[in-house]
């Protein structure tokens, strides 16, 4: 079976009202806390994503009973049979490393392939290894696999080089279980890292400070189950509103947490957008006068997000001006650039900044994507092309956004999967005319 070609036919004014889902990076973490007890935890609000789909499947292979319902996800960790995660799922998703620190909580012992890097970088776990090592664990790496070992946890008061959202997580939930005060230095601030902090102190663990840079967690001996809803993901509710803002349309979004935002927000804004909250926890965006070109320099949160990069490297291509985009986070997550570039953008990156010349249109053309949010900002990049453009590797969407097409259609949007060629009628005509 060929893989499908995501069709755009750019050039349409999108309207009304989008649905923003779950997060995606909080609900990862969420399943992998969930380990920490014995007892059963349902959670809400849980994305319909491939990522979701992979993790539990990690779970269950573990021992895990994991049921989803729409967006309900019951787990059951009070049988495990194994402490180990196959290299082939575990290379698909690296989120499932997070198990390593409720696995050493529950049973002492955690057996999972290094992650490996992926299209953005090499994405190491030295600062997770070196974080367990210092709560007592022994950890070696053999073949690829990180063998660690702890027959008890002891508090310690760890720096983190860098404020890493995966270790920062992985060492909180390695501290609920760990016996005295663990303290966290220079830990990564992302809402996730807080929402997993919530659904931990609902199941009982004593956790003070996260979304700061220095947070507190005093060991327990054993966590309850409990339900918990995660919270809107901000991501996807950012590359709606930047979807919106590409096409010069009006429309609102929800449920967001407008605190989670703020940097997207204020660029956007920045970039002459007009965005405020409408309701409850709502946003309207609609166009401003012009289209300013803007600098971005992604960094931790409360930075301007590294996963919202891609997405507003789309608006600066069509912004009146000359717009610098410096990716902090990581080492090789441009490789959006060469495809807008095939669509007629005016990207050039010297020494890890992105340098683009704003044009006044792109033109569609078949492109592929490289990772999640590389997707993400081709289909934007479609939206807003004269003429038809073809997504390719769709694989990658797939894993981090629940249904974007339909909500894109729901706007307004003219967006179809086909594997038997493009579906609008004269398109082709249409895309030379804009050549
Ligand atoms: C989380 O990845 C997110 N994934 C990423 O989202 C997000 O881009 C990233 O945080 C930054 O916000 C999930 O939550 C599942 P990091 P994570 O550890 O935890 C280096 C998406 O598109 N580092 O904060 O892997 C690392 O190489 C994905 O939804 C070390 O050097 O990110 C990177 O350069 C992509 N050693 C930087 O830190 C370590 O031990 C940030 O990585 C760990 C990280």
Redesign the pocket.
Known sequence: MPEPTLYIRGGQQLSGYAQVSGA??SA??LMAGALLSPEPCRLHNVPRLVDIQRMGEILAGMGVKVALHGNILDLDPSHLTSCHAPYELVSQL??SFFAIGPLLVRRGVARIPLPGGCA??????????RGLQKLGATVHIDGGIVNARASKLTGARIYLD??????TETLMMAATGAQGETIIENA?Q?P?VADLANFCRAMGAKIRGAGTNTIEIVGTPRLHGTEYTVIPDR?EAGTLLVAAAATRSTITIGPVIPEHLRAAIAKLQEMGLNIREVGVNKLEISPGESRRAVDVETL??PGF???MQAQVMVLAAIAEGDSAIAET???NRMNHVPELNRMGADIRIKKGVALVRGVSALSGAPVAST???AAAALVIAGLAAQGVTEVKNLQHLDR?YEDLEGKLRGLGAQLQRSTEGCPFAGAAAESRRAV
């Open positions: 995606k990076n990862l973490a690296r989120a953005i970088g090499a994405r190491p776990v030295d600062l997770h290894v860098y404020p890493s959202v995966g270790a990564a992302e996730e991501i931790p949160y997000p590294t996963d986070v990581f080492e990772d999640l949010r981090g």
